[in-house]
């Protein structure tokens, strides 16, 4: 059965960095589209950036975009978001998805999800 573990979230102060980790087992990932979204507390899940099968291509919320890497390895199966200069606004609930029932890599087509992992900001 296709599986997802985040792993990597944490405490940390405003301007400081943290890297996630995505583990998929169980699915053909590697030949999909990969993603995280995040839920803030009282918010609602929005998309933060995304990665092809490939890795060639990358898709990022403004929010994110130049702050945030994503990268995969096909051979391990893992989704990676490296996160730097981090604020209060980026506390929220990570969450890993994977293969992409539509064409947009920013909406929540996706068939999987993980459980999510806990990223807090303080300042």
């Known amino acids: 059965q296709a599986q997802l573990v985040e792993s990597g979230g944490g405490l940390v102060q405003a301007g400081g960095s943290l890297r996630l980790s995505c583990a998929a087992s169980g699915g053909a990932f590697s030949s999909n589209a990969m993603a995280w979204f995040r839920q803030g507390p009282g918010q609602e899940r929005e998309f933060v950036s995304a990665i092809s099968w490939s890795g060639s291509t990358t898709w990022y919320a403004d929010s994110v975009k130049g702050r945030f890497t994503i990268s995969r390895d096909g051979a391990k199966n893992m989704v990676y978001l490296e996160m730097n200069n981090l604020s209060p606004e980026d506390t929220a609930v990570y969450y890993c998805?994977?293969?992409?029932?539509?064409?947009?890599?920013?909406?929540?087509?996706?068939?999987?999800w993980g459980q999510g992992t806990q990223v807090t900001v303080f300042s």
């Open positions: 998805a994977a293969e992409l029932r539509g064409a947009v890599p920013s909406s929540p087509e996706y068939n999987y």
